[in-house]
């Protein structure tokens, strides 16, 4: 994941009430995409919508926010009740975490926009604003990011295990 949201003090002022929630910090004890935690996936999808934001001039309030709470839900998929091949979670979450959401804060129609339609693609429904386009690409970049990433990480680690064990053999 990204670590540069850590010295943003522009980003972090946005969100930073919503990251001492402790429903919001509970994300890190979720394994999420197998190699990483929920909180620092939603971290990451936050932080770089944020930057695209900035950079469309678009509300990198919202963005930020709505993009740090698009994964707030406290199951893991394969115990979800209606798990139908894996579609029942990945078409419903999005509207459990908004839920969720809206019992800590208030959110704006652009904000709930964001979260309920971030797994577009899966589900049909246009989201309605660019900031909610951005946030459901850049979750699909960083869903990316971690699994492979984190997989040529694990091949390249084999690898080196394996010459060193090479290395040992030979000496
Ligand atoms: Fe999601
Ligand atoms: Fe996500």
């Not at 002022?13 to 919503?18: F, H, M, R, S, T």
């Not at 979720?30 to 919508?49: D, I, K, M, P």
């Not at 926010?65 to 894996?86: E, K, M, N, S, T």
Request: glycine share 4%.
């Amino acid at each position: 994941m990204t670590q540069k949201w850590r010295q943003d003090s522009t980003f972090l002022a946005l969100i930073e009430d919503l990251l001492a929630l402790e429903e919001v910090q509970s994300l890190a004890n979720f394994r999420h995409h197998y190699y990483t935690n929920r909180l620092a996936h939603s971290l990451s999808v936050s932080y770089r919508s944020y930057c695209w934001a900035k950079r469309f001039k678009l509300d990198c309030r919202a963005i930020a926010r709505a993009g740090l709470l698009h994964d707030l839900f406290f199951y893991y998929p394969q115990d979800y009740p209606q798990l139908v091949g894996g579609i029942g979670h990945l078409k419903n979450h999005p509207r459990i975490a908004l839920e969720n959401a809206l019992k800590l804060v208030e959110l704006n129609d652009l904000e709930q926009d964001i979260i309920l339609k971030h797994m577009f693609g899966c589900t049909w429904t246009l989201p309605k604003y660019p900031e909610s386009y951005i946030v459901t690409l850049m979750d699909k970049q960083c869903a990316i990011y971690e699994v492979v990433g984190a997989s040529i990480g694990q091949g390249l680690l084999s690898i080196k295990r394996l010459i060193l064990k090479q290395d040992k053999t030979l000496a």
